[in-house]
């Protein structure tokens, strides 16, 4: 070995992989991804809701929509990390709290994408639909969802990413399992190992995800509609 | 001959923050059931806007249209409009397309598809019914926005620039398409156009529109046969009588663009020494 690697510092890549083969031999990287990703869905798909009510409710003001359109953004803005000691005086130290975080992550996020989505719909497409009788719930279902649904799709795709690093954030500050848990866990041991193996495995899942659902969705969406900036 | 569209006094008024535009001035014009009519004008005489308050797509301020004795308040299926992009949406099939009009009219699946197949064959794209829009040429976009117009059976067609952004001889053939398609169905067609031959080919009576407040300036019936044939002598006649009266209005636009001493012989003409044949060689 050469003197100045310094091993407790940083890693090789072998010992970061032994690392993994035992905490997968040892079934707590299993459990750990798996009550991660269990948190994952249900407050993405909570934010992934609301987001889209959000966002269609403030695409439908005639009046206050350009307010509330700067408060989500003001919102947006804040790390969704700075939710969490808001959560904790509601909810306490717990699942209730790492869920809230999550959601809250990405639930602007999508809102945005919603309003904007709707807002850069061809005007031609509601005056064809009007000129043939098409109104209230059908001219929403048929036309203006449809139509928005390219940037809404890119919309939900970053809320994902979102919502991810703000679980990532929320477990590690107050949770007792979970891939943030572990990530925090190495730290306490001083085992550089595994804090880079839940680095990587928080990369991959993540990168995994985006790519192999959100992307290929994206893709056809975009494709079925004509568009071809991807 | 019994009224479709009456369209009377009509005004238009825009605010804009450099003050008020008035794109129409006192329109009247009394539209038979069944007869084509087309609007030629300058660009920005407000042709358009008066097929929008015919559409119900904009509101007139002054005057009103009556459609068979009803006021005119809001766009319907009573109207159809196709405008100078096909419209169609990019998400569904050409028949889905075709078939959108009637689905919200509440026809039954299966009779909506035959209707729809009937009329995708009249524009001759039957094979094309399960492409999407985006693998369709502009010509095929065009016809399936025409197809789609016709199922909605509506006894007034509207018709804004619909050939205006396709080639030549894509819009040649339409032309004919569209009045063979009119000789079958006897609709009412308010047409618009800046294209006299396509005008003078198509319509009953041709409506010269002068801008600066738009109105209308002159009606010119065309008094031909159908079917007619592009480039016949009493067809060409005929543009060049329309061409004259619009000649005026185009230059009373390019006056107001490019200024007052602008004439229209002295500025289209270039004038360049080669053009004297050779004499002074």
């Known amino acids: 070995m050469l003197h100045w690697w310094k091993s407790y510092a940083f890693p090789s890549p072998l010992s970061v992989f032994q690392t993994l083969v035992?905490?997968?031999?040892?079934?707590?990287?299993?459990?750990?991804?798996?009550?991660?990703?269990?948190?994952?869905?249900?407050?993405?798909?909570?934010?992934?809701?609301l987001g889209v009510t959000l966002g269609l409710l403030v695409s439908q003001m005639q009046h206050?929509?350009?307010?509330?359109?700067?408060?989500?953004?003001?919102?947006?803005?804040?790390?969704?990390?700075?939710?969490?000691?808001?959560?904790?005086?509601?909810?306490?130290i717990n699942e209730s709290s790492v869920l809230f975080v999550t959601t809250i992550g990405s639930t602007f996020a999508i809102s945005l994408a919603v309003i904007s989505g709707i807002k850069n719909i061809n005007p031609l497409y509601i005056?064809?639909?009007?000129?043939?009788?098409?109104?209230?719930?059908?001219?929403?279902?048929?036309?203006?969802?449809?139509?928005?649904?390219?940037?809404?799709?890119?919309?939900?795709?970053?809320?994902?990413?979102?919502?991810?690093?703000?679980?990532?954030?929320?477990?590690?500050?107050?949770?007792?399992?979970?891939?943030?848990?572990?990530?925090?866990?190495?730290?306490?041991f001083g085992d550089i190992s595994q804090v880079v193996a839940m680095m990587i495995v928080i990369i991959v899942i993540g990168l995994a995800?985006?790519?192999?659902?959100?992307?290929?969705?994206?893709?056809?969406?975009w494709r079925r509609w004509g568009l071809n900036q991807h | 001959m019994q009224m479709s569209l009456d369209i009377k006094n009509v005004g238009m008024v825009y605010e804009t923050e450099s003050g008020h535009i008035q794109a129409l001035d006192q329109v009247n014009l009394q539209i038979r059931d069944g007869e084509f009519i087309c609007v030629v004008g300058p660009s920005g005489c407000g042709k358009s806007t008066l097929l929008n308050i015919i559409a119900g797509l904009e509101h007139a301020?002054?005057?009103?249209?009556?459609?068979?004795?009803?006021?005119?308040?809001?766009?319907?299926?009573?109207?159809?409009?196709?405008?100078?992009?096909?419209?169609?949406?990019?998400?569904?099939?050409?028949?889905?397309?075709?078939?959108?009009?009637?689905?919200?009219?509440?026809?039954?699946?299966?009779?909506r598809h035959q209707r729809a197949m009937k009329y995708l064959d009249l524009v001759r794209l039957k094979s094309f019914a399960q492409a999407y829009p985006h693998e369709l040429s502009g010509g095929m976009r065009q016809r399936v926005a025409l197809a789609r117009a016709l199922t909605l059976d509506s006894k007034v067609l509207l018709m804004d620039e619909p050939f205006a952004a396709l080639d030549s001889q894509t819009r040649n053939i339409l032309q004919l398409e569209l009045q063979h398609i009119w000789m079958e169905t006897k609709k009412t067609i308010f047409f618009v156009t800046h294209n006299v031959e396509e005008a003078v080919m198509l319509a009953d009576r041709v409506i010269v529109f002068s801008a600066h407040p738009g109105h209308v300036k002159k009606v010119i019936k065309i008094e031909l046969a159908r079917p007619r044939q592009r480039g016949s002598i009493d067809l060409t006649f005929y543009v060049k009588s329309v061409m004259k009266d619009l000649a005026e209005e185009v230059e009373k636009v390019a006056k107001k663009e490019y200024g007052d001493n602008w004439s229209f012989e002295d500025d289209t003409v270039l004038h360049n020494p080669d053009s004297d044949m050779g004499a002074y060689l």
Request: hydrophobic content about 50%; glycine content about 12%; some cysteine.
């Open chain 2, 61 to 111: 301020t002054d005057g009103e249209v009556l459609l068979d004795g009803q006021r005119i308040t809001a766009p319907g299926p009573d109207r159809a409009v196709m405008f100078q992009e096909a419209a169609l949406y990019p998400w569904m099939r050409a028949v889905e397309n075709v078939e959108f009009g009637m689905k919200a009219a509440g026809v039954p699946p299966q009779e």
């Open chain 1, 22 to 49: 035992s905490l997968g031999q040892g079934g707590s990287l299993e459990l750990a991804v798996l009550v991660s990703m269990k948190r994952m869905v249900i407050g993405y798909l909570l934010s992934a809701v």
């Open chain 1, 127 to 188: 005056h064809a639909a009007k000129t043939m009788g098409v109104q209230g719930i059908m001219l929403y279902r048929d036309v203006m969802i449809p139509a928005a649904l390219p940037n809404l799709v890119t919309g939900l795709k970053q809320g994902w990413s979102f919502a991810w690093r703000a679980l990532m954030a929320g477990e590690m500050m107050s949770s007792t399992h979970g891939l943030g848990v572990m990530l925090m866990q190495g730290r306490d």
């Open chain 1, 209 to 221: 995800v985006d790519r192999l659902l959100f992307g290929r969705l994206e893709r056809k969406v």
């Open chain 1, 64 to 92: 206050f929509g350009s307010q509330f359109n700067a408060f989500i953004l003001g919102l947006q803005s804040l790390p969704s990390i700075c939710w969490l000691p808001f959560a904790v005086l509601w909810f306490g």
